[in-house]
């Protein structure tokens, strides 16, 4: 494996991770910790969240997309894909 | 209370839900759902999260910059706030 | 042709009116407009250019991504696909 | 002047090199050059454009919100402020 894959595994360690950071949040909001270093907190988070989107898109194209396509069958995956890195990206 | 901004308890609860929505998320990588749902479901974790932000960085704003500015102390407080933002947006 | 599909027409006729958009964030800050209304404008600019990337990246997938898949070579390609999303979205 | 800060001339300054950068961008996309190239040119022309963006930021909070703070006027202007941001992040 190399660059932006992340195995099954993998993905569940970092969202159990994720989920923690996310609790810590709560936690600093509860504590009324500094505004500044919570964003910065939440900024992490949301990074580690996209990590994990990217892994996924990875897996994603790298089978289900692939797949279909050597099927002859790729024009409803490709268009599905696309819309959703259309929504990731914000569009 | 107005727009963007969230007080403490609301905010506390929208975190106790983006936990259980991550929970979620790790769950269905778990079962193997398919990709496209899972990075839909993420990108709605995202979004929640970055709602939380704009709250926190609203309540920053109208009270620890503007006290700061009201003593005439702001320029630090400014500086740290702009580069928060860059940040969020990727700088 | 649907959704996010452009063609090259459509893409270059995209690009000069961005273009002209930029001429025009230039002139509102030599004419002292409104911080506010240049960022809303220098927003929608954006917003254009994603458009645009977003068609760029449907067309990559459904030929040159797509060939490569069926020639048997897809990994090189998927992994650049991945890899230019990733950066897209600012990770 | 530090860190994100852009004085006018600076900003103009950027405009015109991201207009220019617009143009490569046509005619690349008229050159049939190779899309991840594009994609890659585009996003630098996106980042170049938010960090103009990032300094009318720190502009109009510096000055119109400071000015408005310290007349004890500061909630309709951060208020605009918080949209803003808002919207830069995509929410």
Redesign the interface.
């Known amino acids: 494996m190399?660059?932006?894959a992340l195995d099954?595994e993998d993905?569940?360690a970092r969202?159990?991770r994720?989920?923690g950071q996310?609790?810590g949040?709560?936690r600093m909001?509860?504590e009324?910790k500094y505004?500044?270093d919570?964003?910065?907190q939440?900024?992490a988070?949301?990074?580690a969240?996209?990590?994990?989107?990217?892994g996924?898109?990875?897996?994603?194209?790298?089978h289900?997309?692939?797949d279909s396509?050597?099927r002859g069958e790729?024009d409803a995956k490709?268009?599905?894909?696309?819309?959703?890195?259309?929504?990731?990206?914000?569009?």
């Open positions: 190399y660059g932006y099954k993905m569940e969202l159990t994720i989920e996310v609790r949040l709560r909001v509860n009324d505004c500044i919570i964003l910065t939440l900024n988070v949301s990074a969240l996209n990590a994990v989107g990217i996924l898109l990875d897996d994603h194209v790298r289900c997309v692939r396509i050597k790729g490709i268009e599905e894909l696309v819309a959703t890195v259309a929504r990731f990206v914000g569009r």
